[in-house]
C-alpha cells in the first residue's frame, strides 16, 4: 500500500483492490487491514472453495 500510494500520477486515497476467487478473498483482507487507506474493495466470488457457506452468509 505505501509503494502504490506514492507512485506519481496515483492519488493515494483512492486505492482500490480487486480480485476474484482467491483473489477475491485477499482484496477484502487488505482492505479490512489497510483501513482508511483503500478506498474500496471489488471482490469476485471471494468464496470459491467455501460457496455453501458464502451462500449461507
Given amino acids: 500500500m505505501d509503494a502504490v500510494g ?3 500520477g ?3 486515497r483512492r486505492i482500490a483492490g480487486a480480485g476474484a476467487g482467491q ?3 485477499l482484496a ?3 482492505a479490512a487491514l489497510a ?3 483503500v478506498a474500496a474493495a471489488v471482490p469476485d466470488v471471494p468464496f470459491r472453495r467455501l460457496f455453501r ?3 449461507e452468509i
Avoid: K, Q
Wanted: glycine share 28%; proline share 6%; net charge negative.
Fill in 53 to 55: 457457506r458464502a451462500a
Fill in 6 to 8: 506514492e507512485l506519481p
Fill in 35 to 37: 483501513g482508511d487507506r
Fill in 28 to 30: 477484502l483482507t487488505v
Fill in 10 to 12: 496515483l492519488d493515494g
Fill in 23 to 25: 483473489g477475491g478473498g
